[in-house]
T-cell receptor
Framework: AQKITQTQPGMFVQEKEAVTLDCTYD???????LFWYKQPSSGEMIFLIY??????QNATEGRYSLNFQKARKSANLVISASQLGDSAMYFC????????????FGQGTRLTINP | DGGITQSPKYLFRKEGQNVTLSCEQN?????MYWYRQDPGQGLRLIYY???????QKGDIAEGYSVSREKKESFPLTVTSAQKNPTAFYLC???????????FGQGTRLTVV
């Protein structure tokens, strides 16, 4: 069974600091993808970054990077130089590439950036 | 422009009524998903579909039903059997290969 765990319900960070949001996953499949989404108070889901299980390098997208540690089954999101606009809910998700292709999400982390 | 559209944005339902939430995409995506989100919580999978005329139950399918008669459309019916339907509902679509999931703007359902 697929499972995503985000252990930080809330995080408070000073503006311009870097922040790491934790995500661990559980699957017996070898081929899967990991995603991070941002959800502002408006409710929309904003795609941030994707990492494939066979990708050898960590994914990066601007200020976002994904610290992928396959052996530990972790896929932490790192936001560099945080901004006030980064305040939102952040969700980690996983989809197995073969078979049922369920897309499952973690419980989320609410990130608050303080000025 | 390609995208995924959910309607209505807000929906009010009387107890005992069935209501149907619409989800339409013009991205030519094969896979579509329905999620429920309660305040301050994560997204829980209700139903998903990979191809037309086929769909699978997610983690909280009880009290919900879906259909996938066309590739573009994946409506969700919240039946009277769903005891606590007040929530935010999100629809998403993806290609078969792993790329980002595109989400609709969501439907906020309230039982009155």
């Amino acid at each position: 069974a697929q499972k995503i765990t985000q252990t930080q319900p809330g995080m408070f960070v000073q503006e311009k600091e870097a922040v790491t949001l934790d995500c661990t996953y559980d699957t017996s499949d070898q081929s899967y993808g990991l995603f991070w989404y941002k959800q502002p108070s408006s409710g929309e889901m904003i795609f941030l970054i994707y990492q494939g299980s066979y990708d050898e390098q960590n994914a990066t997208e601007g200020r976002y990077s994904l610290n992928f540690q396959k052996a530990r089954k972790s896929a932490n999101l790192v936001i560099s130089a945080s901004q006030l606009g980064d305040s939102a809910m952040y969700f980690c998700a996983m989809r197995i590439i073969q078979g049922a292709q369920k897309l499952v999400f973690g419980q989320g982390t609410r990130l608050t950036i303080n000025p | 422009d390609g995208g995924i559209t959910q309607s209505p944005k807000y929906l009010f339902r009387k107890e005992g009524q069935n209501v149907t939430l619409s989800c339409e995409q013009n991205l030519n995506h094969d896979a579509m998903y329905w999620y429920r989100q309660d305040p301050g919580q994560g997204l829980r999978l209700i139903y998903y579909s990979q191809i037309v005329n086929d769909f699978q139950k997610g983690d909280i399918a009880e009290g919900y039903s879906v259909s996938r008669e066309k590739k573009e459309s994946f409506p969700l019916t919240v039946t009277s059997a769903q005891k606590n339907p007040t929530a935010f509902y999100l629809c998403a679509s993806m290609r078969t290969v792993n790329t980002e999931a595109f989400f609709g703007q969501g439907t906020r359902l309230t039982v009155v």
